[in-house]
T-cell receptor, first 112, second 116 residues
Framework: QKEVEQNSGPLSVPEGAIASLNCTYS??????FFWYRQYSGKSPELIMS????GDKEDGRFTAQLNKASQYVSLLIRDSQPSDSATYLC????????????FGQGTTLQVKP | GAVVSQHPSWVICKSGTSVKIECRSL??????MFWYRQFPKQSLMLMAT?????????EQGVEKDKFLINHASLTLSTLTVTSAHPEDSSFYIC????????????FGPGTRLTVL
């Protein structure tokens, strides 16, 4: 059983729409949650981190965390073609290793 | 802030040779650095966790004698692929965590290795 699960997509949305990316995780003791964006051929870049239940907004991005449901999501408002990328959900591993457990990523396509 | 560099960005080598990849945290001290490998259209695969001044911890299935990791300072970790073979061709990416700032990892730009 995968520890962090994401729908691989592709998720296709029209320009200007809201893109909703979802992630579930299996380890109830996880405390830190991250969303990374990875363009094709490039390394991941951090978009947002979230540690507490609820919403966290940063510009066009909103991360949502529900620890009871073991669910974290990323909303992208006013999606742009430049948002087309693979979005990786990452969850802190058990113990104090600093390791992150990554999902397989969801490919987002924003069509003009 | 939180910039991580890697060198080289790409390398082509002959089978049987060794290749060293450097990972540097440019504007912060990194207590922990991580090395990942990514094959085309696949997700990141953690290879090892590296702490300054101590031996790296390798993930299951990763040959520690083939992938040598040295973390000599709080800003530099190196990965050496020894006796490289074509199947080692991949995208190698390092990341670094800020000391005392939890689990956030900042990634370097990656090194694309091609073994002929």
């Amino acid at each position: 059983q995968k520890e962090v699960e994401q729908n691989s997509g592709p998720l296709s949305v029209p320009e200007g729409a809201i893109a909703s990316l979802n992630c579930t995780y299996s380890d109830r003791v996880s405390q830190s949650f991250f969303w990374y964006r990875q363009y094709s051929g490039k390394s991941p870049e951090l978009i947002m981190s979230i540690y507490s239940n609820g919403d966290k907004e940063d510009g066009r991005f909103t991360a949502q965390l529900n620890k009871a449901s073991q669910y974290v999501s990323l909303l992208i408002r006013d999606s742009q073609p430049s948002d087309s990328a693979t979005y990786l959900c990452a969850v802190s591993g058990s113990g104090n290793t600093g390791k992150l457990i990554f999902g397989q990523g969801t490919t987002l396509q924003v069509k003009p | 802030g939180a910039v991580v560099s890697q060198h080289p960005s790409w390398v082509i080598c002959k089978s049987g040779t060794s290749v060293k990849i450097e990972c540097r945290s440019l504007d912060f001290q990194a207590t922990t650095m991580f090395w990942y490998r990514q094959f085309p259209k696949q997700s990141l695969m953690l290879m090892a966790t590296s702490n300054e001044g101590s031996k790296a911890t390798y993930e299951q299935g990763v040959e520690k004698d083939k992938f040598l990791i040295n973390h000599a300072s709080l800003t530099l970790s190196t990965l050496t692929v020894t006796s490289a073979h074509p199947e080692d061709s991949s995208f190698y990416i390092c990341s670094a965590s800020l000391a005392g700032v939890g689990d956030t990892q900042y990634f370097g730009p990656g090194t694309r290795l091609t073994v002929l």
